[in-house]
DNA sequence: AGATTACCTGTCGTTTCCGACAGGTTCTTT
DNA sequence: AAAGAACCTGTCGGAAACGACAGGTAATCT
């Protein structure tokens, strides 16, 4: 271990690369001119609950078929594919072999999948930012099943560091990352916005802050002009999803 | 690439036996007498903002000098480590020599780490999960300058792995998984939260939904209950950080 | 057949919140 | 010396939320 080999560099030649692109399709194009040196099929990135002002819809950078795109999101798969659920309920990479496929309509997305020709195995890195925001970074490959394990071991130690970077790297070119409202916010609205997370009501707030209700009230009212927010309740829900104030 | 070479799975030894172990302490002693195979001066595991009715307080796991943690708690430096605030700005592994050390109170806090004989270089990886916790995980090193760079690209493949399993399997082990609550709201009560959180009004809701003002201020009671929250923002700041409702 | 659960709706009275007016201090930057 | 920012406080009145009563249906499980 002492003296890692040069193929160890790969990922690292790829990170680099995908580093110097200037938008979401070159960076992808980087993948995937490197998709045959891990012998992949296909690299599929997917980014949702993306925080931004200009931007609600998801990232999309994917290389499978544009008829089985077409097919996935006209039959909004996203809320049935179990790679997605399963990637919502954890944090390790999920092993599309190892999905229970019991379900009817689960074996039916799988079937289409293959149909489109998606490849046998697959890999999916559940990643989640420091915005909230949650992506899916998938490849996909299609060799004998005695074959598998061992290539899964080396894909998840080279993917679960390209697929952070790449995914950082995505929000930054798609200029997500400056969510300016944490600096904005004083100390003051973060505390208050805090304690009217964790229940506590202006009156509470006020005794335990040793203020006057009014003064209390009055960070609440610059707190939900700064986060552009229409009620208490849906400015602490930006702010948690902003990263301004913690979880309670 | 194509035949990975046996040591390629030392990796996935350790996350086996860490698997094996039925307490955090038990898996902590599994990374600390497999150090030395990285050349490792220390292994460090902190969970922060852990999601549980019982559990408040971080879980910890270090290998560090207890003066150094003594002192490290005593003077509350998980809000000064400049590691601590890098890791909650991105997403992305963080070496300890590339943190800048301007601010004296930085430099305070290295200088009395090295004190403590914590090594010069350090690699810290973020790790946010699905119940909106926090953790780091992070590893040291003493080595010349020169070897850091290489030895740094080795560590991060092989800890970005272990970090991620380590931080699953620490949350299993202190039983922080299961939060029911996603599965004991109903659709309409979570419905509910999610356009609260959106900023609207009852009456607002109850015009989006077709239902009657009070027949969403029943779902929104339930929801209350069901999350023991003291108000709808309160239970709205739960559903979010339990995963119950997505971000607005 | 009874229990359970999710669902839906109503009124009354109280509490809390929130917007719009008003006033102020202290500290730092320009 | 002026400007800006963060901080603090007051009152009035209306809007919204909330708790505590009340009533109901439809579907599923035991």
Same mark, same amino acid.
């Given at each position: ?26 960076? #992808?194009?980087?993948? @995937?001119?490197?998709? #045959? ?18 931007? @609600? ?13 077409? #097919? ?121 916005? @805090? ?28 707190? @939900? ?24």
């Amino acid at each position: 271990m002492r003296n890692p080999s040069p193929e160890n560099t790969l990922s690292f030649e790829i990170i680099d690369r995908i580093s110097a692109a200037a938008k979401l399709e070159e960076g #992808h194009a980087v993948l @995937r001119e490197n998709m #045959h040196r891990f012998d992949l099929k296909h690299v599929a990135y997917l980014g949702l609950n993306i925080p931004s002002e200009r931007r @609600r819809k998801p990232l999309v950078a994917v290389t499978y078929s544009p008829e089985w795109q077409r #097919h996935y999101e006209q039959s909004d798969y996203v809320n049935i594919d179990p790679v997605v659920s399963a990637g919502l309920g954890g944090i390790l990479p999920i092993d599309w072999t190892e999905i229970d496929r019991t379900r009817p309509t689960i074996r039916k997305v799988f079937g289409e999948a293959q149909e489109f020709d998606v490849g046998m195995q697959g890999l999916s890195f559940p990643i989640r930012g420091r915005y909230g925001e949650f992506a899916l970074f998938s490849i996909n490959a299609d060799v004998p099943a005695r074959n598998w394990p061992s290539l899964k071991k080396m894909l998840v130690k080279e993917f679960m560091v390209i697929s952070y970077y790449f995914h950082s790297w995505a929000l930054q070119v798609e200029q997500i990352e400056q969510n300016d409202f944490a600096g904005k916010l004083s100390e003051r609205e973060k505390e208050c916005l @805090r304690w009217s997370a964790a229940g506590k009501t202006i009156w509470d707030t006020s005794a335990i802050l040793g203020l006057s209700e009014r003064t209390v009230r009055f960070h609440l009212e610059n707190a @939900r002009s700064k986060l552009n927010a229409l009620s208490t309740t849906h400015a602490v829900s930006k702010a948690i999803s902003y990263g301004v104030i913690p979880l309670p």
